[in-house]
């Protein structure tokens, strides 16, 4: 099983950037997915995005401001967040499943979780 860790998280203001990191181990990692989620207080566990080298897929709610890219090599995936707004404040969590048929952006579907790392965007 694929084990991830996130870090990165913070406090910024409105309009600012944040680079998120989730650190991947395993022996199954190439055939992997891995998608970034967040939670709101008070709300479900939300997609954000996720992708491979043949694809890229990000939730209307950030395309166009967050970038999604994932580094096989170093057994990483990054989230490079810009222009942050008052409705990103979240906690945000990278999750791994294997590569299979089925949704990508439906939370249960995933198997391993990070421990979260929080971003707070203010005014």
């Known amino acids: 099983q694929v084990q991830v860790t996130e870090s990165g998280g913070g406090l910024v203001q409105v309009g600012g950037s944040l680079k998120l990191s989730c650190a991947a181990s395993?022996?199954?990692?190439?055939?992997?997915?891995v998608a970034w989620f967040r939670q709101a207080p008070g709300r479900g566990r939300e997609f954000v995005a996720t992708?491979?080298?043949?694809?890229?897929k990000y939730a209307d709610s950030v395309k166009g401001r967050f970038t999604y890219s994932r580094d096989n090599a170093k057994k990483e995936i990054l989230l490079q967040m810009n222009n942050l707004q008052l409705e990103d404040t979240a906690v945000y969590y990278c999750?791994?499943?294997?590569?299979?048929?089925?949704?990508?952006?439906?939370?249960?579907?995933?198997?391993?979780w990070g421990q979260g790392t929080q971003v707070t965007v203010s005014s």
């Open positions: 999750a791994a499943r294997p590569i299979g048929s089925g949704d990508y952006t439906i939370a249960r579907q995933y198997n391993s």
């Open positions: 395993g022996r199954t990692f190439s055939r992997s997915i």
């Open positions: 992708g491979s080298g043949e694809f890229t």
